[in-house]
């Protein structure tokens, strides 16, 4: 079967429409849409109304929104860029959303508390500080970031021992935790240079805590003589 040749006008159309296209790709190959920096945060009404009623689905929807912010359009926007100030804004909006789940505050912890910036850092201590005094489930570990962070993040060890002092405050009331979170005030006293007190504390753990097993008593009175000697 022999096949019939386009007309003529059918190619010059095509040609002439490759050639406007390609002129207007030029200029603006390189054009990208400009982060406008992170939003205002949504309140809960909005979010709900979002998901056409369900709180859970906005809750959910909100999540991915505020884990992508800054980081669409083939653009990647570093940390130190964020409004941190904002950010805890969205995180506590985000949070009052479902208080039981843990979404929110890891995604402080492990991703945006990954800024290069101690101020920023301990923008997002303050918000895990308040989300590791929740009593649901294992909460507590939330405030062991805070601790982290106040620490080798912002550097602040007056703030990572107050932490430290709530965390094991907790311990109190919650058996379950580990041994470990009633020692962390002694952990950061050793960090401030602070041998003495962190001898004492250990020293007071040692002989007022019921139950403890033969490996936690060594490992407490190993602690207490690899502190420095203070005469």
Request: hydrophobic share 40%.
């Given at each position: 079967?022999?096949?019939?040749?386009?007309p003529?006008?059918?190619?010059?159309?095509?040609?002439?429409?490759?050639?406007?296209?390609?002129?207007?790709?030029?200029?603006?190959?390189?054009?990208?849409?400009?982060?406008q920096?992170?939003?205002p945060p949504p309140?809960?009404?909005?979010?709900?109304?979002?998901?056409?009623?369900?709180?859970?689905?906005?809750?959910?929807?909100?999540?991915?929104?505020?884990?992508?912010?800054?980081?669409e359009?083939?653009?990647?926007?570093p940390?130190?860029d964020?409004?941190?100030?904002?950010?805890k804004?969205?995180?506590?909006s985000?949070?009052?959303?479902?208080?039981?789940?843990?979404?929110a505050?890891?995604?402080?912890?492990?991703?945006?508390?990954?800024?290069?910036?101690?101020?920023?850092?301990?923008?997002i201590?303050d918000f895990?500080?308040?989300?590791?005094?929740?009593?649901?489930?294992?909460?507590?570990?939330?405030?062991?970031q805070?601790?982290?962070?106040?620490?080798?993040?912002g550097?602040?060890?007056?703030r990572?021992?107050?932490l430290a002092?709530?965390?094991?405050a907790?311990?109190?009331?919650?058996?379950?935790m580990?041994?470990?979170?009633?020692?962390?005030?002694?952990?950061?006293?050793?960090?401030?240079?602070?041998s003495?007190a962190?001898?004492?504390l250990?020293?007071?753990?040692?002989?007022?805590?019921?139950?403890?097993?033969?490996?936690e008593?060594?490992?407490?009175e190993?602690?207490?003589?690899?502190?420095?000697?203070?005469?």
């Amino acid at each position: 079967m022999k096949h019939s040749k386009a007309p003529f006008i059918v190619k010059a159309g095509l040609f002439f429409g490759g050639c406007l296209a390609a002129s207007v790709w030029l200029p603006f190959q390189d054009v990208r849409t400009l982060w406008q920096g992170v939003p205002p945060p949504p309140t809960a009404k909005t979010v709900k109304t979002s998901a056409l009623g369900d709180a859970q689905l906005g809750y959910r929807m909100s999540g991915l929104t505020l884990q992508h912010l800054g980081d669409e359009g083939g653009q990647v926007t570093p940390l130190a860029d964020y409004d941190y100030d904002r950010l805890k804004q969205w995180l506590y909006s985000l949070y009052a959303l479902d208080r039981r789940s843990d979404f929110a505050p890891m995604l402080a912890a492990y991703y945006f508390g990954g800024t290069p910036v101690p101020e920023d850092a301990m923008v997002i201590v303050d918000f895990l500080e308040d989300a590791g005094n929740d009593p649901y489930g294992e909460k507590w570990r939330w405030l062991v970031q805070a601790i982290y962070l106040s620490r080798y993040k912002g550097e602040d060890t007056t703030r990572a021992l107050e932490l430290a002092e709530k965390l094991s405050a907790l311990y109190d009331a919650n058996q379950d935790m580990p041994l470990w979170t009633l020692q962390m005030p002694a952990f950061i006293l050793e960090a401030r240079g602070e041998s003495a007190a962190a001898r004492a504390l250990l020293q007071s753990i040692l002989q007022t805590t019921p139950g403890l097993t033969a490996n936690e008593i060594n490992f407490i009175e190993d602690r207490i003589k690899k502190l420095p000697q203070i005469y």
